[in-house]
């Protein structure tokens, strides 16, 4: 019988256990007290080296990643990186159970399956105060306290919510294809944001060059860059383009060693703390809204024997 207490969960799934893992990634997901004694522990640990893959549904992003495994295995290397075994997440905002996301990814990511050097697991949310933006750099951390020293995470869409799952990531990888240089371009502002890698997949499609200049176009508008996003080409079922994207992968990951790791660690940090405090602060304003003082409040500010100002001021000054 495996553990249900997050403390042995942690000990057993630093030591290779992956049911242990997968326990603490449902208690990541969940919520509550459970939760916080998971995160108690996993944030002890250096956070993995993590490389996000973020792009419009369909894009080719689960085919890229298992293109990807299979070569980074072969190296054991990104950059400064070292890694025995491979953590991947896979992400869909837009479903609250990543059920359509699943099964796609489980069968587009199948070669892997049964490799112990692999951990592929798909996230939702079932209750985490902060939703998806605060699971998945949780689960992240687990990872890391599970011994994954590289992660990679697939976030499907390239909406606000997908940004603030991306900004999870140190390495940033935007797919896109041909063809579709004008969605892009909607999306420029968050896209621009947090890509450090753009690729173009679907290269055996007609229209990469339009696509190309419409990225070059939208970074010309940026900047200046210290580090300006490539823009690469693969063909993710051939495994075409792996080799040049692992390089740029690789380079990007040197770039942040050389002294702009912490800095960006910091910047993390800030936003899921943020994160925390607004998300506590909501459920304080839930909790606040079903109380009788509130009741009372209400009577009161309809009675025109107060203001909402004042009203709000002494809710929240009660303990
Ligand atoms: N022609 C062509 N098809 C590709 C290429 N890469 C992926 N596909 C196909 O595109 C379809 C979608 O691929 P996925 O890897 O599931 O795309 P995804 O971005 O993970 O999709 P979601 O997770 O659902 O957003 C599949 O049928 C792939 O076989 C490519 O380079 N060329
Ligand atoms: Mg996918």
Redesign the pocket.
């Known amino acids: 019988m495996i553990s249900r207490d997050p403390d042995e969960l942690m000990d057993a799934a630093a030591t290779g256990s992956r049911t242990a893992l997968a326990r603490l990634l449902t208690y990541v997901e969940s919520g509550g007290p459970n939760q916080r004694a998971v995160a108690a522990r996993a944030y002890a640990v250096p956070a993995p080296y993590v490389v996000g893959l973020t ?12 293109a990807l495994i299979s070569a980074l295995l072969a190296r054991g290397d990104l950059g400064p990186v070292r890694f025995d075994e491979l953590g991947v997440l ?1 992400v ?1 905002p837009s479903s609250p159970f990543s059920g ?2 699943i099964l ?2 489980r069968i ?1 990511m199948q070669s892997h399956a049964t490799n112990d050097a692999v951990f592929i697991r798909s996230m939702a949310t079932r209750g985490h105060l902060g939703g998806l933006s605060l699971a998945v750099p949780d689960a992240l951390r687990v990872l890391g306290a599970a011994g994954f020293a590289l992660a990679l995470v ?1 976030t ?2 390239v909406g606000q919510m997908e940004v603030d799952v991306a900004s999870a990531a140190d390495t940033t990888v935007v ?1 896109t294809n041909p063809g579709w240089g004008d969605a892009m371009q909607a999306n420029k502002a968050g896209l621009l944001e947090v890509a450090d890698v753009f690729v173009i ?5 007609a229209g990469v060059a339009e696509t190309r200049r419409d990225l070059e176009q939208m970074l010309d508008l940026g900047g200046p860059y210290e580090w300006r996003p490539p823009i690469l080409e ?5 495994a ?1 383009g792996i080799d040049s994207l692992l390089e740029a992968l690789g380079a990007h990951a040197d770039f942040l060693a050389d002294g702009r790791l912490e800095g960006h660690r910091r910047a993390q940090a800030a936003r899921e703390l943020d994160a925390v405090i607004a998300a506590s602060l909501r459920a304080r304003v839930r909790e606040l809204a079903h109380g009788e003082a509130y009741e009372r409040a209400l009577e009161e500010i309809v009675a025109g024997r107060t203001d909402p100002y004042r009203a709000a001021e002494t809710l929240l000054s009660e303990p």
């Open positions: 792009g419009p549904p369909g894009a080719g992003k689960s085919t890229l990643t298992d896979c869909d359509g996301a796609g990814d587009r697939e499907v869409g797919v997949n679907k290269a055996d499609r693969t063909i993710a079922t051939s075409t």
